[in-house]
């Protein structure tokens, strides 16, 4: 997960060598969005049919394939190649590996199963922009070397892949994966209008932050530093993790309310920062956004799957991450066109007005009609 966000903080550069604008980088880094949908539609449910390793051997062959494409990137077209590929590679990824973890945990070793899953997904979000923002900034070769240290994980995670058994029993072959349509019983639809808004929020705000971010420092901060500005995105992430792990605490009802309270509490401290470009503004942001977005999202995943009928739950769940991820997508690209005519700290105010309505109606929608999930599967 940590190669996904691998370039964030490296944009700028790639801005500086092959001359850009800002809606490019917005438009390559949604590229792996499109990617990840795709195959959550096609593929999503791929290693319940022909088997968690083979599944999670082709994420990192694709994943490998992107880091290669940075690798040998000479123009545009390769970030978009290796974009896409990442987006594949975390598609795969996102539903495999947490369903291995959990079958390959030691019997009453599920809560601590699920801690990891959770842990290494988003914390391996995190660690992506902070790796190679380290590199970039204290090592030779910005733009080679995060990529060829990603290419040796890669390696590395394909060697232990390759020791563990295999969980599904009865494997069938390739041609029986059928592509997963996305599903809404009439039953989950007052779960999962809130918990749908509450995700498309909170990963547009990720979004922003690992799009445009790195280029707002620099600019209007003054931060060149790219250790800071791939620290500051982790953070995200990490609080993210933090936002996570809380639900077990704060419960599933009070989860979704209290992330939207995060996320909109987030959204106006990151229009503080862009009025008054202050740096610890932007540091809040990310800690107080981070942590919303993991209650509200794994509060919204537990809702919708705890409200969802057994044979429905995972075309259901499926449904949620396609929203997730046009959220992480096409609100930043409406910032990169809107960059140009009202300039970055601009279309960043635009964005965050329009996610503060979304998130107010979650809010009011929620009051009205509060989430109470039955024994949450997630």
């Given at each position: 997960?940590?190669?996904?966000?691998?370039?964030?903080?490296?944009?700028?550069?790639?801005?500086?060598?092959?001359?850009?604008?800002?809606?490019?980088?917005t438009?390559?880094?949604?590229?792996?969005?499109?990617?990840?949908?795709?195959?959550?539609?096609?593929?999503?449910?791929?290693?319940?049919?022909?088997?968690?390793?083979?599944?999670?051997?082709?994420?990192?062959?694709?994943?490998?394939?992107?880091?290669?494409?940075?690798?040998?990137?000479?123009g545009?077209?390769?970030?978009?190649?290796?974009?896409?590929?990442?987006?594949?590679?975390?598609?795969?990824?996102?539903?495999?590996a947490?369903?291995?973890?959990?079958?390959?945990?030691?019997?009453?070793?599920?809560?601590?199963?699920?801690?990891?899953?959770?842990?290494?997904?988003m914390?391996?979000?995190?660690?992506?922009?902070?790796l190679?923002?380290?590199?970039?900034?204290?090592?030779?070769?910005?733009?080679?070397?995060?990529?060829?240290?990603?290419?040796?994980?890669?390696?590395a995670?394909?060697?232990?892949?390759?020791?563990?058994p295999?969980?599904?029993?009865?494997?069938?072959?390739l041609?029986?994966?059928?592509?997963?349509?996305?599903?809404?019983?009439?039953?989950?639809r007052?779960?999962?209008?809130?918990?749908?808004?509450?995700?498309?929020?909170?990963?547009?705000?990720?979004?922003?932050?690992?799009?445009?971010?790195?280029?707002?420092?620099?600019?209007?901060?003054?931060v060149?530093?790219?250790?800071?500005?791939?620290?500051?995105v982790?953070?995200?992430?990490?609080?993210?993790?933090?936002?996570?792990l809380?639900?077990?605490?704060?419960?599933?009802?009070?989860?979704?309310?209290?992330?939207?309270?995060g996320?909109?509490?987030?959204?106006?401290l990151?229009?503080?920062?862009?009025?008054?470009?202050?740096?610890?503004?932007?540091?809040?942001?990310?800690?107080?956004?981070?942590?919303?977005?993991?209650?509200?999202?794994?509060?919204?995943?537990?809702?919708?799957?705890?409200?969802?009928?057994?044979?429905?739950?995972?075309?259901?769940i499926?449904?949620?991450?396609?929203?997730?991820?046009?959220?992480?997508?096409?609100?930043?690209?409406?910032?990169?066109?809107?960059?140009?005519?009202?300039?970055?700290?601009?279309a960043?105010?635009?964005?965050?007005?329009?996610?503060?309505?979304?998130?107010?109606?979650?809010?009011?929608?929620?009051?009205?009609?509060?989430?109470?999930?039955?024994?949450?599967?997630?």
């Open positions: 997960m940590a190669g996904t966000t691998l370039p964030t903080p490296l944009y700028p550069l790639y801005q500086e060598k092959f001359g850009f604008s800002e809606l490019i980088v438009v390559v880094y949604a590229v792996y969005a499109f990617g990840v949908i795709g195959i959550l539609l096609l593929a999503g449910n791929a290693s319940d049919t022909v088997g968690r390793r083979q599944v999670l051997l082709w994420g990192l062959g694709f994943a490998a394939a992107s880091a290669v494409c940075f690798l040998c990137a000479t545009l077209g390769w970030l978009y190649a290796g974009r896409l590929l990442s987006g594949l590679s975390a598609g795969l990824f996102t539903g495999a947490t369903a291995y973890v959990l079958e390959l945990a030691p019997p009453g070793g599920g809560s601590r199963a699920t801690f990891v899953a959770t842990a290494a997904n914390g391996g979000l995190g660690c992506g922009p902070l190679a923002g380290l590199l970039a900034e204290y090592a030779p070769s910005p733009l080679l070397l995060p990529f060829a240290v990603h290419l040796a994980l890669v390696a995670s394909a060697a232990v892949l390759l020791r563990l295999e969980t599904v029993r009865e494997r069938q072959p041609t029986a994966v059928r592509p997963q349509r996305p599903a809404l019983p009439a039953r989950v007052a779960v999962f209008v809130p918990a749908a808004i509450a995700s498309f929020v909170g990963f547009a705000l990720f979004g922003v932050f690992t799009s445009v971010s790195p280029a707002f420092l620099a600019r209007f901060l003054h060149d530093n790219h250790a800071v500005s791939g620290l500051v982790a953070l995200a992430f990490f609080s993210s993790t933090a936002g996570q809380a639900v077990s605490r704060v419960g599933v009802a009070r989860s979704l309310p209290l992330g939207c309270a996320l909109f509490a987030g959204l106006l990151l229009a503080g920062a862009m009025h008054w470009d202050l740096l610890a503004l932007v540091v809040l942001s990310a800690v107080v956004g981070g942590t919303g977005q993991g209650l509200a999202f794994r509060g919204a995943l537990s809702a919708v799957a705890g409200a969802s009928p057994d044979d429905r739950r995972a075309a259901v499926s449904t949620l991450f396609v929203v997730a991820y046009t959220g992480i997508s096409v609100p930043v690209i409406g910032v990169g066109l809107l960059a140009d005519p009202l300039g970055l700290e601009g960043g105010l635009v964005f965050i007005a329009c996610m503060l309505l979304l998130v107010t109606s979650a809010a009011a929608y929620l009051l009205r009609r509060p989430v109470t999930a039955p024994h949450p599967k997630v």
